[in-house]
């Protein structure tokens, strides 16, 4: 079955410091590979998404590169701030078809990233 | 645009009681999936509904059970609840179909059982 596996945190940073939170994840075909932020008392918002190998999603300084060779999806930022305080959880689909099958999204379980100033 | 709406945004029950939780889709989306979220346990997909019916459940018992309306919003049902059902729940929506089917996802209902 389908299966993604995060980092364990949580991930504790200085702010400015570089960030790199791991995703792997098992899938048969092509699935589509998400990046969703949820903050403290808040549901998931969609951070970045990349639907094909090769592709980078990107958003607010987050990026991700989609890559079968390896099956990763690794979250990066450059410079990380106290705003980006949040537990980042790494998603995948696999193509919808109306005719039913299981095709549910799967989650990470998510890691937490605290930045001190 | 309107984002996925979720009520009540908190909900104190004790033991053995039932819980009601609402959600409301984008607009244009018909498919409505709820999660749940404990402390601790990441986020464990309950129910998936679309165009009105049941698409597929998770590995919860039958007391979590629900429905879609006509107009796409959705109902979570949680009958005898029990400690552990406290947690978080998640609802999101989507088109419903395709590669680039994103979800979207309400603020939550926070269940806390007594």
């Known amino acids: 079955g389908n299966s993604v596996t995060q980092m364990e945190g949580p991930v504790t940073l200085s702010e400015e410091a570089f960030l790199t939170i791991n995703c792997t994840y098992t899938a048969t075909g092509y699935p589509s590979l998400f990046w969703y932020v949820q903050y403290p008392g808040e549901g998931l918002q969609l951070l970045l998404k990349?639907?094909?190998?090769?592709d980078k999603g990107s958003n607010k300084g987050f990026e991700a590169t989609y890559r079968k060779e390896t099956t990763s999806f690794h979250l990066e930022k450059g410079s990380v701030q106290v705003s980006d305080s949040a537990v980042y959880f790494c998603a995948l689909r696999r193509p919808l078809v109306r005719s039913g099958g299981s095709y549910i999204p799967t989650f990470g379980r998510g890691t937490s990233l605290i930045v001190h100033p | 645009e309107a984002g996925v709406t979720q009520s009540p945004t908190h909900l104190i029950k004790t033991r053995g009681q039932q819980a009601t939780l609402r959600c409301s889709p984008i607009?244009?989306?018909?498919?409505v999936y709820w999660y749940q979220q404990a402390l601790g346990l990441g986020l464990q997909f309950l129910l998936w509904y679309d165009e009105g019916e049941e698409r597929n459940r998770g590995n919860f018992p039958p007391r979590f059970s629900g429905r879609q309306f006509p107009n796409y919003s959705s109902e979570l049902n949680v009958n005898a609840l029990e400690l552990e059902d406290s947690a978080l729940y998640l609802c999101a929506s989507s088109t419903g179909m395709g590669l680039t089917d994103t979800q979207y996802f309400g603020p939550g209902t926070r269940l806390t059982v007594l």
């Open positions: 607009s244009g989306h018909t498919s």
């Open positions: 990349a639907t094909k190998a090769d």
